[in-house]
């Protein structure tokens, strides 16, 4: 097999396209580290060999090679370089997509984590509210971490609403049946309840035991329904 550098006639073209390449590699190359380390390498490769080659053809020929304007021949004809340089782009191409797809993933994973660390906060402020007696803003800082968390669901599931003001009642018939069953639907009522109590002065009062129930039952919710 017979390798050919490109006649000065097409140097321009091979440089020009060369630079726009180039360009665009370097930017994908720091989203696949970053996003695809386990897909870095191969990515890589189709670009530039690592390990030198002992013999340049089809299977060996790298987008590298073709930018520096290398053809290939055998027996005095043309080999088909550009469709191979075309399929080893189109690779790097599907690399991309994945690392791209892999983004809302990462994203959903961060915001699930900072949510997660808000409202064990926030449940750590109720617990020293309801230490100190203070019944009603334990149980509504309580309800509103209930409330987030069961909105969060129904945007997860795809669950839209008509009406623009929501509580907990809407959200818990919304899920129920589809999301968990009736026992479950009953819990998160009693602690709607609850939370009435809490946030309506006109209510009695809310006993201790009762904050103490909406807070450990809020706090088990939002480990254990999704």
């Not at 190359?29 to 080659?53: G, H």
């Not at 009953?186 to 201790?208: F, G, M, S, V, W």
């Amino acid at each position: 097999m017979e390798v050919k550098k490109t006649s000065q006639r097409d140097f321009t073209y091979f440089q020009d396209l060369s630079r726009e390449y180039q360009t665009w590699y370097t930017e994908a190359l720091a989203i696949v580290r970053q996003l695809m380390p386990d897909r870095l390498d191969e990515f890589e490769e189709l670009y530039m060999k690592k390990s030198r080659v002992k013999e340049l053809n089809l299977l060996s020929y790298t987008i590298s090679d073709f930018l520096m304007g290398f053809s290939l021949e055998r027996a005095g004809e043309p080999l088909k370089t550009g469709e191979t340089v075309l399929g080893k782009l189109n690779q790097q191409l599907q690399i991309l997509r994945a690392a791209h797809s892999r983004v809302d993933s990462i994203l959903s994973d961060i915001t699930g984590i900072l949510r997660a660390e808000l409202f064990d906060s926030e449940i750590e402020k109720s617990r020293e509210l309801l230490k100190a007696n203070y019944l009603r803003a334990a149980g509504t800082i309580a309800s509103v971490v209930l409330e987030s968390h069961l909105s969060e669901i129904c945007r997860n599931h795809g669950i839209t609403f008509t009406k623009k003001i929501l509580h907990i009642s809407d959200y818990n018939d919304a899920l129920k049946n589809k999301v968990y069953d009736t026992p479950t639907w009953r819990l998160i009522q009693r602690y709607n309840d609850i939370r009435i109590l809490c946030c309506h002065a006109k209510q009695r009062e809310p006993t201790p035991d009762e904050v103490r129930e909406l807070v450990d039952g809020v706090e088990k919710a939002i480990k254990t329904i999704f």
